[in-house]
Nanobody
Framework: QLRLVESGGGSVQPGGSLRLACTVSGDDLFYYVIGWFRHAPGKEREAVSC????????YYGDSVKGRFAISRDNAKNTAYLQMSSLKPEDAGNYYC?????????????????????WGQGTQVAVSS
């Protein structure tokens, strides 16, 4: 059974930076797409970013392009989301998830509803 443990998050002022990490146990990250979605009160779930464990291809949501960077370290079975130039609208609960691509490209996997393997979530607050 997969287990995802998240770290990072916190509270920053607008323009600040945070880094999230997600470590997977129970299987090899190579076989998965890993990424984050976020959920804020009153808003719909939003796919933030994903990365392929096999070839490193990435997806970014339009609202975070150019500000967020996703990476992974397969040796550590860990993915990272570096968030820069944070805006108040980036605030919310961020959930790491993994899903097997099953032949689909990264953005398709990232945009479809997440399966059963999520992290515990971490809160990101952006305010002055």
């Amino acid at each position: 059974q997969l287990r995802l443990v998240e770290s990072g998050g916190g509270s920053v002022q607008p323009g600040g930076s945070l880094r999230l990490a997600c470590t997977v146990s129970g299987d090899d990250l190579f076989y998965y797409v890993i990424g984050w979605f976020r959920h804020a009160p009153g808003k719909e779930r939003e796919a933030v970013s994903c990365i392929s464990g096999s070839d490193g291809s990435t997806y970014y949501g339009d609202s975070v392009k150019g500000r967020f960077a996703i990476s992974r370290d397969n040796a550590k079975n860990t993915a990272y989301l570096q968030m820069s130039s944070l805006k108040p609208e980036d605030a919310g609960n961020y959930y790491c998830f993994v899903d097997k691509p099953q032949g689909y490209v990264v953005h398709t996997v990232c945009l479809r509803p997440p399966g059963q393997s999520w992290g515990q979530g971490t809160q990101v607050a952006v305010s002055s």
